[in-house]
């Protein structure tokens, strides 16, 4: 049996931040576990990879502003080529946005580049789109995230760092000393024992939970990507579009369309296939905002998960109820966009920092019940 101070489970983006940050802070014993072959298999693969730090929640949009300037400038030796390519990004809000909206363009490092749009220059940005142009705004910094070069580049600092990155290594199950959570065993059999545990692992967070005790609800949601059939027409440059009105987004992607229609179903995660009538949903929607690629064939399609609890805010820190336990879950399609900042407060609570400022409160677990001390 071996021993660790801290085990990660889960190899996506979330855990690899946590492990990046940890490494940053000298952390010793720290082993990361993906069950997968390769890491960041599911839902860091399946992303849209689009940079919004407007998410609607002020303590979401903290952490996403955070990783936007990681992106931007990244540190030295993390990444060989840009993370960002800041193309910009098109919103349209709903009249109900507008308080946070405002809120939000202030708390962001150069606000002046976010204006409104009037008709003539949304039609210039993207000449596709043909809906409504009220409450059109250009956020001039954001766009489009290279996910694999973000990934490597945690993995990469976490290595350097000391942590131990193991794939094909599946927790059946948890240790226990007394009323402390302490470790887990694998499907092979083996068992590690360590200081702290943190689960990481996206969809099936909500299983592992209920494996180790603990009375968090976790929910696995399904959301379908398409990509249209090339079209000379797109511009590889326009600028990413996002209605919130309509719940849909697009960008140019491989000569066609990238298009989400936003959709929402519950499903298991092991179970999380393309539904039937999925493309036909998000072509029904694309003929209301940008109708030029209605009449394009599907090239692509894919579904993948975002997880959520009750009140749908992310959990980062430790468990209410279990001792040892702690949570980098339920980021709600966010972990990408905001995996500096998660991993950042992940990595305070697992070092024992006890962070109490409003975002962490905000994330922190044991909003639901509290009890116990860590």
């Known amino acids: ?9 889960g190899g996506g983006i979330a855990g690899a931040a946590t492990a990046w940050h940890l490494a940053q802070r000298g952390a010793a014993g720290v082993t990361l576990l993906e069950r997968e072959h390769s890491l960041g298999a599911h839902a860091t693969s399946q992303n849209a990879a689009i940079l919004r730090t407007f998410t609607g929640d002020l303590a979401t949009s903290a952490l996403a502003h955070e990783t936007a300037e990681l992106l931007a400038s990244p540190p030295t030796g993390f990444t060989e080529v840009p993370l960002l390519d800041p193309k910009g990004l098109i919103l349209r809000l709903r009249p109900e946005d507008m308080d946070k909206f405002f809120a939000w363009r202030e708390s962001k490092a150069h606000p002046e580049r976010v204006r409104a749009l009037d008709a003539d220059e949304l039609s210039r940005r993207f000449p596709f ?9 250009y956020v001039e910094d954001e766009g489009e995230i290279d996910v694999a070069a973000l990934l490597e580049g945690y993995l990469r600092g976490a290595r350097k760092g000391g942590v131990e990155i193991r794939t094909d290594a599946e927790v059946e199950g948890f240790l226990r000393d007394g009323d402390r959570l302490s470790g887990v065993q694998l499907s092979n059999g083996e068992e590690i024992k360590a200081r702290r545990v943190a689960i990481s692992a996206g969809g099936w967070a909500g299983a592992l939970a209920k494996m180790a005790g603990s009375k968090l609800h976790l929910e696995p949601r399904r959301r379908h990507l398409m990509v249209s059939s090339e079209d000379k027409e797109i511009d590889p440059r326009w600028p990413i579009i996002w209605s919130h009105p309509e719940g849909f987004y697009a960008r140019p992607e491989s000569g066609g369309m990238l298009m989400c229609a936003c959709d929402e179903s519950l499903i298991s995660p092991d179970e999380c296939t393309v539904e039937t009538g999925a493309a036909e949903r998000i072509a029904l929607k694309a003929a209301e905002l940008i109708p030029a690629v209605t009449d394009s064939e599907c090239a692509h399609i894919w579904s993948g998960m975002r997880t959520f609890t009750r009140d749908e805010n992310f959990l980062i820190g430790p468990d209410p109820d279990i001792l040892g336990l702690q949570w980098i879950a339920a980021l709600g399609g966010h972990g990408v966009t905001c995996s ?6 992940a990595a305070a609570h697992l070092l024992g920092d006890k962070p109490d400022d409003a975002v962490s409160r905000a994330l922190d677990p044991r909003r639901f019940t509290v009890t116990q001390t860590v």
């Open 1 to 9: 049996m071996s021993e660790q101070n801290i085990l990660i489970i």
């Open 340 to 345: 500096s900042g998660l991993g950042r407060l």
């Open 129 to 137: 789109y043909s809906g409504p142009v009220e409450d059109a705004w």
